[in-house]
């Protein structure tokens, strides 16, 4: 790969991408989308291509000027942007990150056995964020400097109503209180509920932000985390919410989830009211078969795979590319991007191959 890593130039516009995300039509390009790149990722991809340039390093907003760079470089319509300097504390467990580009303080894990709250004292005395304290010093900075041609796409640390049940109670805890402590489950539900309801309201006000996009695992290889029925009690009453509320703004609601969503997809398209899945897995289901099952009602994001990129030759990835486009790309309602994210771990060459030839494909 020489200092062009791209053979085609491209030009945000984000009208496009919702036009393809909303399937309005075929779009006239093809469209990329990432729900996260590792910081390592980010960093050695500024660093090989003199993206920081220019910059000053003791801008207050160089993290923000840095982000739209590398997305505009990458070929991206969208920063990604949430609200600042708020959090929910966590059990945290760390390793040493063995990949090629490694974090120096490692790899954390959340704690599976026990959460900060496992009974209803730890659940009074639990620090519940405010989401009206929280900064949106990030959000009212690209309401008003980002390029006109690009968007906000409001994410991360957002809706992870499935995903904290575990983490606040640790999975093992949250599995056995699914039968004797159920009322405390239902409360600390109700409680994420009312969280990102007040979240969501915030992200809303900034009219740069024309998606939202919710993140939430559910799942593993062969089926959901926890009963479907219990996630349409505890869990899919909050992404219904936050679909809505998108809705009523004009906005459209993406999920993120891993794992095999089978037995609750109907729910979340028909119910929840969801207008794009993303994560795919081909151990789980391939995005050509899901955009053949549901690509009529929702769009499907992503899905080259995150081991194949892992493995793969540079060719591989090309042609898996090329044909991925070819099933995917009429009728609107397909992003290129990979299976899950851009980890530290993937071959950058096989990344920035994958955006090259997205970049080429003739529709």
């Not at 041609?149 to 575990?166: K, N, Q, R, T």
Request: glycine content about 8%; proline content about 4%.
């Amino acid at each position: 790969m020489n200092d062009r890593p791209f053979s085609v130039d491209v030009s945000p516009n984000w009208e496009g991408l919702l036009s393809c995300i909303e399937r309005r039509a075929t779009p006239d390009r093809v469209y990329f989308i990432e729900l996260l790149w590792d910081e390592e990722v980010q960093t050695a991809i500024c660093d090989r291509f003199g993206l920081l340039d220019g910059l000053d390093p003791d801008d207050a907003f160089l993290e923000q000027k840095r982000l739209v760079k590398l997305q505009r470089f990458l070929g991206y319509d969208y920063v990604r942007c949430s609200l600042d300097g708020w959090e929910m504390p966590l059990n945290r467990l760390a390793i040493e990150d063995t990949a090629e580009l490694a974090r120096d303080d490692g790899r954390s894990f959340v704690d599976e056995h026990r959460g900060p709250i496992t009974n209803w004292e730890e659940f009074e005395a639990y620090p519940w964020p405010d989401p009206e304290s929280a900064s949106t010093c990030s959000l009212e900075w690209y309401e008003a400097n980002l390029p006109e041609d690009m968007c906000v796409v409001g994410s991360g640390g957002f809706a992870h109503f499935a995903e904290y049940l575990a983490w606040l109670m640790g999975y093992e805890t949250l599995c056995y209180s699914l039968f004797d402590q159920r009322e405390l489950v239902a409360a600390i539900s109700e409680r994420l509920i009312d969280v990102y309801r007040r979240f969501m309201k915030c992200l809303l006000e900034f009219d740069r932000v024309k998606l939202i996009w919710g993140s939430d695992d559910m799942g593993f290889r062969t089926g959901t985390l926890i009963s479907p029925d219990d996630l349409r009690e505890f869990v899919l009453p909050g992404h219904k919410l936050m679909a809505q509320m998108s809705h009523a703004a004009g906005r459209p609601y993406l999920l993120h989830s891993c794992g095999n969503l089978d037995a609750i997809m109907e729910d979340l398209i028909e119910d929840v009211g969801i207008d794009a899945k993303h994560s795919f897995e081909d151990t789980i289901e391939s995005v050509v078969s899901a955009k053949r099952q549901y690509g009529d009602r929702i769009a499907v994001l992503g899905g080259i795979d995150m081991d194949f990129l892992c493995w793969a030759s540079e060719e591989q990835v090309r042609q898996r590319v090329r044909d991925t486009l070819e099933r995917c790309m009429p009728g609107g309602g397909y992003c290129l991007g990979t299976g899950n994210s851009v980890a530290n771990y993937i071959p950058l060459e096989n990344y920035l191959a994958m955006l090259d030839e997205g970049r080429k494909f003739k529709i």
